[in-house]
């Protein structure tokens, strides 16, 4: 077992579990230049992915764009330290991690990061550090990814293009301060996974999407016990592999959130549709940072705190604050936008000078004069540089505020692109669907005319069938045997402990390695014992129907025929047309043993599988079955009336031994690549495949074609 995850500083435990996370450290994507772009992004796939006629993802499983964001690492501080903490300035906890944050060098930590991709990149060469280079931090999405594995996906994620490793590394460095400090579990030792999150099923509430829900069941979810919800993502991620989601975005930022993201309201009250999560601490670059006025203060200042007219200055701290909107946006549009520097006088920062009851000499006149007039100056300086800044920041608002009216028209508009041609495919892929039925249709169609054609043309009443028909013959045998066993025993569970040893015996002979199955792949077992009982009694006679002494009659036969030394053809030939003759002519006479047969087979699975899964028989149940062992006797009958030579395969697989994924006559039923089944060892046979030898006149026996593969389930890896 994996070491438990130590316990952060500041964090509590609930007996031996700790605290479920509060807080997560991260890097926010959602800024002024990259709010167009996600959104965007984000609207075109959620109308593709959600639409009935795609994928059907359920709408709420699509975060809203606001969640956006880096994860660098989570923390716990419960909420009944949080106050005391901040009240008090305690060092532990949140007040910590604020602490932390707000000391970071993001600047000197990203330049680190660098200098080692460099070094990574040319091992050997050194790195000569430029002033300026590589001094913005710019981050873009592109591309799909599945936390788990495509076919059964539960998140969804857009990754950083990192090619160089820099990005990563930044945030490896930054997330080890918190760590060093205490502040942050190091999560098990499980490396960082930049990601930023466009798919979560934990979202979707109720039933939607019922469809899409793994039979896996039992973990995820909010609710305890509830399935969690997965669906196929391979369609998605090989239609988003080359997405950009947002592109060239500077790094505004890291900030520490409250876990849980809110719904955004608007000036009425009303969702908007977009959610975010709390802001408890956040820190910028340094050229993020909007510069701090100076509040150092004058002795020509000082000299006039007396005076009762309201000087330019005191007119400018008496004005409101400019919109904090206004500065974020000039601070996001452009790094060269800075606000000039504004004196801030102090009126009180020094005591007025005591005037004595004398009168001033000339040269102190002339002074306080000066002193004075140069006072007004300033006064009449700052108030000129005031106004210089309003008016730029009027012409700013509005050139920024064209601007956005022009990127919001283009959003639109390719919004309105976008739909429009996800219509026409949506168009496209039903008449390509329609095209494809019809296709089927006609070779269907032209599978029964060829089939015609040759009976019709055939004098000896022999029927040569195509070989698709008997390879749809054994898919649909094998779909209806899985059914039946699912319908019938998906809820049962296997017990051998009180199974009589006869039984057990049957099982082990059918079965060699039934005991490796019955924890792990219970519905595997079930249909291979089925599977083994219809190969014994069907596939592998003669002909199913006779008797076993009108069988050993034939075999007998058709040896000494072939001991004559004829050649394989004619032998074939005598065969297939004697059991032609018995199957168009002797039905009455086999009606009776072929009752026998299907009774026999019923009652031998029903006396098994009761017995290990301690269930009734019941009339829907023996009824599916007969139909099943009927239609492999029908398919048994037909093959064995051809000319050529027809056997049912099925390996057995036995301690001893080891049998081996063979991609020529076997089809995993695991879902693997064959990629990644070679050499890969098969654990079980759930349904037998058909091999073909020789041609449609019953010679040339060293020809060899696989008509159906045989079914099976390998081991894990």
Request: proline share 6%; net charge neutral.
């Amino acid at each position: 077992m994996p070491p438990k995850p130590s316990i952060p500083t500041g964090t509590t435990t609930t007996g031996s579990r700790p605290a479920p996370p509060t807080h997560f450290l991260c890097i926010p994507l959602v800024t002024l230049v990259s709010r167009p772009q996600l959104a965007a992004s984000i609207s075109s796939f959620k109308d593709d992915v959600c639409s009935p006629a795609s994928f059907a993802i359920p709408e709420d499983a699509i975060r809203p764009v606001g969640t956006l964001h880096l994860t660098l690492g989570v923390m716990s501080f419960p909420n009944r330290n949080n106050n005391q903490e901040e009240s008090s300035g305690s060092v532990n906890g949140l007040g910590k991690a604020k602490e932390i944050l707000r000391g970071l060098k993001l600047r000197e930590i990203w330049r680190a990061a660098c200098k080692e991709a460099a070094e990574r990149t040319r091992p050997g060469v050194p790195v000569v550090e430029e002033e300026g280079a590589d001094d913005k931090i710019k981050i873009t999405l592109k591309g799909l990814a599945s936390m788990q594995p495509p076919n059964r996906a539960a998140v969804l994620y857009a990754p950083p293009v990192d090619t160089q490793g820099k990005l990563y590394g930044f945030c490896e460095k930054v997330r080890d301060v918190f760590r060093d400090g205490g502040v942050m579990d190091d999560d098990g030792g499980r490396p960082l996974l930049l990601h930023a999150t466009v798919v979560n099923t934990i979202y979707v509430k109720g039933d939607k999407g019922s469809s899409h829900k793994s039979r896996r069941g039992g973990r995820g979810g909010r609710g305890g016990g509830k399935e969690r919800l997965t669906v196929d993502a391979t369609g998605i991620i090989d239609r988003y592999e080359d997405q950009v989601w947002m592109e060239g975005v500077e790094l505004e930022g890291v900030a520490i959130c409250k876990m849980g993201a809110k719904k955004v309201l608007n000036e009425n009250g009303d969702e908007t549709g977009d959610e975010k999560y709390e802001v408890v601490e956040e820190m910028s670059p340094p050229e993020k940072r909007r510069p701090v006025a100076s509040s150092s203060s004058s002795p020509a200042t000082a000299s006039s705190s007396g005076s009762s007219s309201s000087s330019p200055t005191q007119r400018r701290q008496r004005q409101p604050p400019r919109s904090s909107s206004l500065v974020a946006t000039s601070r996001n549009r452009s790094d060269n936008i800075i606000s000039p520097p504004r004196a801030s006088i102090s009126r009180g920062s020094s005591p007025t000078p005591t005037l004595r009851p004398t009168s001033p000499s000339p040269a102190a006149s002339a002074a306080a004069i000066a002193a004075a007039s140069a006072l007004r100056q300033k006064d009449a300086r700052i108030l000129a540089l005031e106004r210089e800044l309003g008016i730029m920041e009027n012409e700013f608002t509005r050139e920024l505020d064209q601007e956005t009216i022009t990127i919001t028209h283009l959003q639109a508009k390719c919004a309105a692109l976008e739909k429009r041609l996800a219509e026409q495919e949506v168009v496209a892929r039903g008449e390509i669907l329609r095209r494809d039925e019809e296709i089927k249709e006609l070779r269907s169609q032209m599978r029964g005319l060829k089939e015609w054609v040759s009976n019709s043309t055939r004098t000896d009443g022999q029927v040569q069938i195509s070989d698709e028909v008997f390879g749809e013959g054994m898919a649909r045998l094998g779909n209806g045997l899985q059914n039946w066993v699912l319908v019938n025993f998906r809820r049962s569970k296997v017990d051998l402990t009180n199974v009589p040893e006869p039984i057990i015996e049957e099982l082990a002979r059918l079965v060699p390695m039934y005991e490796d199955l019955v924890s792990t792949s219970k519905i595997h077992l079930l249909q291979s014992v089925v599977s083994r009982l219809l190969v014994e009694h069907v596939f592998n006679t003669h002909f199913p129907g006779l008797s076993k002494e009108e069988s050993r009659q034939l075999t007998e036969t058709e040896t000494l025929l072939a001991s004559y030394g004829a050649s394989d053809e004619p032998i074939n030939q005598w065969r297939s047309t004697t059991l032609t003759i018995l199957r168009k002519d002797g039905n009455k006479r086999l009606q009776t043993e072929t009752a026998n047969l299907t009774n026999t087979i019923v009652s031998r699975v029903n006396e098994l599988l009761d017995a290990m899964t301690a269930t009734k028989p019941n009339e829907g149940r023996d009824q599916g079955l007969r139909a099943l062992v009927t239609s492999a006797i029908d398919l048994s009958r037909l093959l064995s009336v051809q000319r050529a030579v027809f056997n049912a395969t099925m390996p057995e697989i036995l301690p001893h031994q080891r049998i081996v994924f063979d991609a020529e006559t076997m089809e995993d039923i695991g879902g693997e690549d064959e990629e990644n089944l070679f050499e890969r060892e098969v654990c079980c046979v759930t349904f037998p495949g058909i091999i073909k030898r020789g041609d449609v006149s019953g010679g040339q026996l060293q020809y060899r074609n696989v008509i159906s593969k045989a079914r099976v389930l390998c081991s894990p890896e």
